[in-house]
């Protein structure tokens, strides 16, 4: 069972364009050239809850390499209102482990940083669900970010091999665990960021 679905190839720079704008996450200064730049180097991804396929993406998922090949940076954004609620803490936290071993055993990585605005404490709360620790202050990195709306400060989240996500009451009963079959899952499909920005309008 999957919880993770990766496009095939890189993301067009018109689909990063509306993700980063609809999300308040365009810097006023990039210019086309370097949004398609940064476009050639990322992977697009989503989170799905594959017990309830109708719920649509959970999160988006913008990964890319630093230039110290041996970590990742990923951009973590939920299209979902209430991260905190318990099962999709339960869909975090099984996509952090499935993430976990293609970051560290496929891709061979020793860390994956992400970044997110102290100011969107709804993200903070997902990645904390999928088991990244906070390594900065709680004023974070002051004035790091600028997306239009003025600086602000930045936490500095990471995962290494060692970090598990939280324990959750994970609120299924034996009946509905053992009743899992992988036949639930067993379809992939070609992600299309414009779709997804289309179930979440």
């Given at each position: 069972?999957?919880?993770?679905e990766w ?7 018109s689909?990063l364009d ?31 809850n594959s ?17 110290d ?9 939920p299209?979902?209102?209430n ?11 099984l ?5 976990r071993?293609a ?13 997110v ?5 709804r993200?903070?709360?997902g990645i904390?669900?999928?088991g990244?620790?906070?390594?900065t ?29 939280p ?19 067993s ?15």
């Amino acid at each position: 069972m999957s919880w993770v679905e990766w496009s095939s190839t890189a993301i067009t720079p018109s689909a990063l364009d509306a993700i980063l704008r609809r999300h308040k996450l365009m810097p006023p200064w990039v210019s086309p050239e370097v949004l398609a730049a940064v476009a050639g180097t990322t992977t697009y991804g989503c989170i799905y809850n594959s017990e309830d396929t109708a719920a649509g993406c959970l999160a988006i998922l913008l990964f890319r390499f630093n230039p110290d090949p041996g970590v990742g940076q990923v951009d973590f954004i939920p299209t979902i209102k209430n991260p905190k609620d318990r099962m999709v803490r339960r869909t975090l936290s099984l996509a952090s482990a499935e993430l976990r071993d293609a970051w560290f055993d496929g891709l061979g990585l020793r860390r994956v940083e992400c970044r997110v605005s102290l100011r969107r404490t709804r993200w903070i709360s997902g990645i904390k669900a999928m088991g990244f620790r906070c390594e900065t202050r709680d004023s974070g990195m002051r004035d790091a970010a600028d997306f239009g709306m003025g600086p602000e400060p930045l936490g500095l989240f990471s995962l290494v091999r060692g970090d598990m996500p939280p324990p959750i009451d994970f609120l299924v009963s034996r009946d509905d665990t053992e009743s899992e079959t992988e036949d639930a899952a067993s379809g992939t499909r070609e992600l299309n960021p414009e779709d997804q920005l289309q179930e979440t309008a």
